[in-house]
């Protein structure tokens, strides 16, 4: 997106392009940093967009770096993949049709509660798989 931007994108740039709200996409970066798969550096204080992985522009643009990225893509579907199915539909279903944790609850005859202990479960889960694969901070990215 960088590179056909010519600049970094914004996250509502980024949510747009990976189907996902704004919001979801903030929250999705927050969690990640609670599991520490980015880092917490973002955008100098002064800026409004809220705080995101800190990449150095011309990294994105060079062919060793978008290789990365696309091996990272692979290695987080694969980790889905590797989920249990209920623990895959409730990411899939949090992230993706930006349900709320009772709205998955209801739709998969659940508490929400359960929901949100499913939901942190297969976080830490895909974190695990993705620092098997080498892929353990924002320098990865």
Sequence with gaps: LAVVLQRNPTQAEVAE???????RWRRM????RNVGLVSASGRPQDSDEPSFPDFPAEARTQPDHMCAREQMRIHIQVALEALPR????????YYTKEMTMR???????????????IHKSALQKLAVALQAAGIESSASF
């Design 29 to 32: 970066m927050m969690e990640l």
């Design 17 to 23: 392009k990976m189907g996902v709200g704004a919001e």
């Design 86 to 93: 209920r623990y895959r539909q409730v990411v899939q279903l």
């Design 103 to 117: 709205e998955i609850g209801d739709k998969m005859g659940i508490n929400e509660s359960r929901v949100s202990q």
